[in-house]
């Protein structure tokens, strides 16, 4: 029996008319239209990709990382055509590479980022409209700052994870303890603002949450004293609202 | 009788859904979608919107102009909003103004930019897919900034008009005669381009089929020699394929 590669892709892709990365039936996903192009390139099925995290219906990835594996031998320069050319120009293959029997997408991440993007003035660019989000208020950079600081380092972020959601394979021992590296905010233009957070791992919804409570304090609606209340409170009920899936990205990922 | 008032619209536009600007039975346009909310925003009908000129399907506006009369009373704030209230999220008011009887869109302007955008490198993000041109081949910049330097100034772009599409009330009296004040190339960023063309008038296609020739060029296909050949030829069929319309905006009309 020939032997068994383990392959790594890295995809792009435009969220805006898919139903999330995770395969469903009679919905288009990020990894059902890949894994259909796989049993096809590789001549074989089914395939199983994983991906190293799940994004929901809207979100954008920069650079998601998956694996599967395979026994084909197609050589990587092909595979990777062969999945582009089959694929909607909404998911693009940035890299196909062969990595160690002991890599897995999940499971061996050390760190993620997302960048989440804001536009703020009274009418937004319709250019813009599908990858930022639209905030017609003036917003205070100073305030949010301040809640970006106080969420950096280790924390319990269970005010921020969508409720009843919790997958225990990936958060077995640690709770809704996350560390976040950083969380930071720019400026990209006049009007726009890039949130960007780095993390050993995010809950789920856990960047929306935390986008929708911090919007809240940029707008003066919550005071950063109750912002600090809400981080403490280890409670989604005390947090504001989800923000919109599609100013969300995610950027990349560390091994 | 109630006095006739003369209103300027600016307006962006994501051109990706629309067949263009101009009004066509069974199709969704620019035009069209505005002027069926002007009929129900000044309670009358019909209303005819004149435009600066037409984009073609697909085209994309930062700041088009256009203008309309009418006798209704309706202030111009609750106007603006009523107009993105009802219009589509693709298409945006971004200004509405009165102005003086003698201003019309079209006949008044001075000069209009356009932009065009490029992206190279082997695979395009599916984030910019919808606005800028893929060309997954190296350029040379010196050579297409050389081919800008030769259009600078006035010529007959016959070359570069569409065939057959002449619309005798713009061009009365100069032909395809026009003036480029300033054919420019600025890099975006490490794989991005933009090209901007400013000029008195642009003929039918005229910067998609200076676009598709220039890419010809800097692709080393066609020699700076044979491009100024084809700006000589006053012919259509000596320039090269018209460039699709995705990666092209309307910017600004002078008045």
Same mark, same amino acid.
């Given at each position: 029996?020939?032997?068994?590669? *383990? ?18 039936? *009679? ?10 192009? =796989? ?23 920069? #650079?998601?990382?998956? *694996? ?14 062969? &999945? ?9 293959? &940035?890299?196909?590479?062969? /990595?160690?029997?002991?890599? $897995? ?17 009274? !009418?937004?660019?319709?250019? $813009?409209?599908?990858?930022? /989000?639209?905030?017609?208020?003036? =917003?205070? !950079? ?8 106080? &969420?950096?380092?280790? $924390? %319990?972020?269970?005010?921020?994870? #969508?409720?009843?959601?919790? %997958? ?8 809704? !303890? ?10 990209? *233009? ?9 993390? %050993?791992?995010? =809950? ?21 004293? %109750? ?10 009920? #005390? ?10 990205? &995610? ?5």
């Amino acid at each position: 029996m020939p032997p068994m590669r *383990n392959i790594k892709l890295t995809i792009a892709y435009d969220g805006t008319e898919f139903s999330g990365w995770q395969k469903q039936i *009679n919905a288009p996903t990020i990894q059902g239209e890949i894994e259909k192009r =796989l049993e096809l390139v590789t001549n074989s099925s089914p395939v199983t990709l994983h991906g190293a995290g799940r994004t929901d219906a809207g979100v954008h990835a920069l #650079a998601m990382v998956a *694996n599967f594996h395979s026994i084909s031998s197609i050589i990587l320069p092909q595979l990777h055509r062969a &999945l582009n050319s089959m694929l909607p120009m909404a998911i693009r293959i &940035l890299a196909a590479e062969e /990595v160690s029997q002991d890599f $897995h997408a999940r499971f061996s991440v050390r760190s993620k980022t997302y960048i989440y993007k804001i536009e703020t003035g009274a !009418i937004q660019s319709p250019i $813009h409209r599908l990858y930022q /989000v639209h905030i017609p208020s003036s =917003l205070s !950079i100073e305030k949010m700052e301040a809640c970006l600081n106080l &969420l950096s380092g280790t $924390h %319990d972020f269970a005010s921020f994870e #969508a409720a009843g959601s919790r %997958d225990k394979s990936i958060t077995t021992g640690r709770g809704s !303890i996350r560390t976040l590296q950083k969380a930071e905010l720019s400026k990209t *233009n006049a009007n726009s603002f890039e949130f960007s957070f780095t993390g %050993d791992g995010f =809950l789920r919804h856990m960047v929306r949450n935390i986008m929708g409570t911090i919007l809240d304090v940029g707008k003066g609606r919550t005071s950063l004293v %109750d912002f600090k209340k809400i981080i403490q409170a280890k409670d989604r009920s #005390a947090a504001g609202v989800t923000a919109p899936a599609h100013g969300l990205f &995610l950027q990349t990922i560390r091994y």
